[in-house]
């Protein structure tokens, strides 16, 4: 259930209306219209307290800036180092869309199983719950009798009528199977390394999607980028060639045909 005041809505709309990118015909008719999905959107993502409203507005503006960089970059498809630059924006801020919506999700989560805890606690703090009845301790197994008695005298029976004692029986001993060798797995890329190879792919997105392509710096790729001071740091390369984020696999997506046409 919202807590949120009236003001405190306001105050988000207005937060909201202030932040959105303008239209392409900046009109006060389609400003409003903006303005209008954007807190529909708002109110769709359902925050609970501040903390919550926060984080809506949050991925509503990420959302409309992500659409924004993609709208930019078809503006300017002629002009590749600018079209690559504004969907790399465009993909970042879907993945920090993505990431609010993981922890709006989660605040959600945390605060109905808070709010259900406290709707079932008894209305009267003097009531005590009834702590369950421990179970009484099972009494111990009688012990194991002798199957047969120890004869009274050597001359009452006959020893043949005394079977002999059995042998106890030992588990073979079984030898486990040595477990399979497993290769070890390549670690992936340090956050580290990462960051800085996302940092070179949106200074350089040809070079690093051609670096990508190549699967590393390559005399080729080195002299065709003489002007671009290429990665040394084994780790930053290895992050352009085998990094999973967003903006690294964007790349090879420029990589063939598009790094043809750019040369």
Known sequence: MSTL???????????????????VLDQPE??????QTAIETFEALSPGDAYEARLAVRIVLCGAHAVDS???????????RKMTRCRAQAAGLMREERAGERMLAQEQKMR???????????AQPGVA?????????????PPIQAAVAAPQSSAAVPPEAVPPEAAPIRPAATQAAPPPVQEAAEPPPSPEAIAKAEAFAQENPVAAAQIRHDR???????????????????????????????????????????????A
Request: with cysteine.
């Open 5 to 23: 005041c009236a003001v405190a809505k306001h105050e988000y709309y207005v937060e909201l209306g202030n932040a959105l990118p303008p239209p």
């Open 30 to 35: 389609y400003r409003e219209c903006r303005l």
């Open 70 to 80: 993609l709208r930019e970059a078809g503006v300017h498809r002629e002009d590749f």
């Open 112 to 122: 109905r199983a808070t709010e259900s805890v406290a709707g079932g606690m008894p």
């Open 129 to 141: 719950f009834a702590l369950p009845q421990q179970a009484a301790p099972r009494s111990a197994p």
């Open 216 to 262: 590393g710096v390559t005399p080729q790729n080195t002299a065709y980028f003489r002007h671009v001071k290429l990665p040394t740091d084994p780790a930053v390369t290895d992050a352009l060639v085998r990094g999973s984020s967003d903006l690294l696999t964007f790349l090879d997506e420029v990589g063939g045909d598009e790094l043809d046409k750019a």
